[in-house]
């Protein structure tokens, strides 16, 4: 939100420069994100006023004008046919520099000496009108400089204002803020509505069909209406707060949207069909175009502005563009009204249109605010002598406004805030706050806030207010005092903390991930149409279809955090992310949450080196990892190869954890990395981190070192191809556990000395006894179990 400085100061005498009030305004709580000053190239450019004009004696086209600095007399030959007697003009002095560059010098024209020029708009870069010199308000004084009589001298105070404070998004809500902050009294400005002809209610019939939606609506009806550009002063305030210029109409309404923070809209009259208004939500199958020319398909339960026959305006976003106020506009209806947040952020979100005034029916207009505002537009388009108000106004309500009354206790709030506030110190800073305070015995005070102040509901709100006004800089700081109890800790917490620090350790990084996913993403991951993975609990408010459904597997978020690396030029990345899926219910009952943990690999398996060569991340590295964490467990890991989603065809598998499913580990379709960006290959696997927990916080067991001299024997055999290698291991490690100490594949090989459908294994053995030196007819016994279990297990001896 974007506020004047010198805008503020018409409301509120501010002494203090831009970045002390801003220091202010943040210590409050309503944080200045940015000072910015604009100051215009003008120098020695001041207000002249013309004295006489007189045609030039030597040329048709030009006259002379006699004009006053303010301390002298000049004599400027002139071009512009628009200039008279009396008019106050920018006047730019021999030495002045304009923007453009060029120096203003002293010049003879066909005989006749001129001291300076009479300048335009354009010319001063401050507009496109070059047709005549620029026109200044009458009561301009000459000799001023022209930057300061037009506050071109600006300075721009760029607010982050929070969801929950709408009544900080104008100038006015900020310079209450400032007042009370200050302990300056607020003056608003005050006008008058000249209101002529037939009273407003003559012209056209206003009905409210959903009061839920709709609890108030106002109009006025403005005759002999002229649509034109907006005088300099206009056009110069909204340029400076971001807003940009149509039309004298459309710019009030701007206007009184930046300063009082109530949308308005206006309709051309003369395109509403019937002479009726209908505030209504839509019917099956309508359309509207709006303003910035797209054609909207509209839902039942949107809200509408509808005339008798169709939609007019999606009520409290945009207008329609139908009618919408021209040039050939004669008759307009300014509408002014209270629209339900929830119903325009559910609209806005649905039609993906968002708007100025969207941006503040989504948070809460103020209900009281409503005619002030279409009060304060009818008279500056009557003072602009851009339409002439009719009589009276249109008010429509459904509902009416019931105050809050919130009681505050004393004591609860020095409490809190560890202070020794008295009640009447309490009074007077809610007070200054546009509040009524009254009080209820000695300690409790019922507080009714204003209609602007939809954020204040509870005794905690109130006590928030007591700490801004009073400020947090000079309440105290006081530490929390409390007694922890001892416990032992939530072990899958611990168990959490273990993992990321284990993988940490091996090289990874950890990604925190957003828990949704959209249509779109699931097509990119080429998961079927008949995928259980599709099968999404849809959010009923999602920020966009992005992120429409929460996450059935963590695959999405981490593809999308792996391409965010890749377009930022880091290729070799490994991942893990501990989070949440979801699966909806049979029942149609909150969805199943469950934990998993991912690991992604792209590019190399680890860091580069100039030394050795670095492979590329494959199946096995991300299995090892897994193998590594579970070490201190009994678990046997295996793969039984699987086709799965998303991955590349015979490179994928489900993990076994004793021999059942744990989770799964494959390589990414390369067409699915193509449509995330990637051009490395991504290893990924997504596992239950429940038996991670375990094996990392189990007891660690110690063993002296071996006293007695181990045993390697290899042996070589061939086995069916769909045979896991480590179900081998186990048969070995099973056939004579007290010997055998490790079992170690070291070789996997095919070829023609192979017989089709099998493979060969070479398996390293060491074999130890804890109490003596192995015998020859030890080794060859143990070594004849394992031969027979390996040939009871379909393994063949080489």
Known sequence: MKISFNWLKEYVDCPLSPEDLADRLTMSGLEVEAVTRLAPVLKGIVVGRVLRVEPHPSADRLSVCRVSDGTRELGIVCGAKNVKAGDVAPLARVGAELPNGTTVRRATLRGIV????????????????????????????????????????????????????????????????????????????????????????????VSIEDGELCPRYCVRVVKNVTVGPSPFWLRNRLGAVGVRTINMIVDVTNYVLMECGQPLHAFDLQKIQGGCIVVRQARRGEKITTIDGRERQLDEGMLVIADSKAPLAVAGIMGGLHSEVGKETREI?????YFKPQSVRRTSQSLNCSSESSYRFERGVDYHGLLPALNRAAHLISALGAGEPCTGVIDRRSAAWRAKKVALRIPRLNAVLGTRLSRRRVKAHLERLGMAVRERGKEVAEVSPPSRRVDLRREIDMIEEVARMEGYDRISAVPPVGVVPAG???????????????????????????????????????????????????????????????RTGMLPPVMRCLSLNASRGNSDVRLFELGTVFSPRADGGPPVEGEKLALAVMGLSGIRSWCARVPEADFFQLKGVLENMLAGSDAEISAARAPLPSCHPGRSAVLLRNGLPWGWIGEIHPRVAEAYGIKAPVIFAEVDPAPLYTALLGERQYHPLPRF??????????????????????????????????????????????????????????????????????????????REALSRAGCEMR
């Open 333 to 337: 209806l300014l509408e002014s009204a």
């Open 114 to 205: 001129s001291e300076g020029m009479l300048c335009s708009e354009r010319e001063l870069e401050l507009g496109e009108d070059a047709q005549g010199i620029m026109i200044l308000p009458s009561h301009s004084t000459p000799g001023r400089e022209l930057a300061e009589a037009l506050q071109l001298n600006e300075c721009i105070l760029d607010l982050n204002v929070s969801p929950n404070r709408p009544d900080c998004l104008s100038v006015i809500g900020v310079a209450r803020e400032t007042a009370a902050i200050l302990k300056k009294p607020l003056v608003l400005p005050r006008y008058r509505v000249k209101e002529k002809g037939a009273r407003s209610a003559s012209h056209v019939r």
């Open 709 to 786: 001299p181990a045993v390697k024997r290899d042996i070589a055999l061939t086995a069916d191809e769909h045979v896991e290698a480590a179900r081998v291991i186990a048969t070995v490690r099973r056939a004579e556990p007290e010997l055998i100490e490790a079992v170690e594949l070291f070789d996997l090989f095919r070829g023609h000395q192979i017989p089709p459908g099998k493979k060969g294994l070479a398996i390293s053995i060491t074999l130890r006894a804890q109490e003596s030196t192995l015998r020859e007819e030890e080794i060859e016994a143990a070594m004849k179990k394992i």
């Open 488 to 550: 032992a800790g939530d072990p899958r917490a611990t168990g959490r903390e273990k993992v990321r620090g284990v993988l940490c350790a091996l090289g990874f990084s950890e990604a925190i991930c957003l828990s949704f996913m959209g249509l779109a993403e699931m097509d990119r991951l080429m998961w079927p149409k008949d995928e259980p993975l599709r099968h999404g609990v849809r959010l009923r408010n999602p920020v966009s279809e992005e992120f429409a459904y929460l």
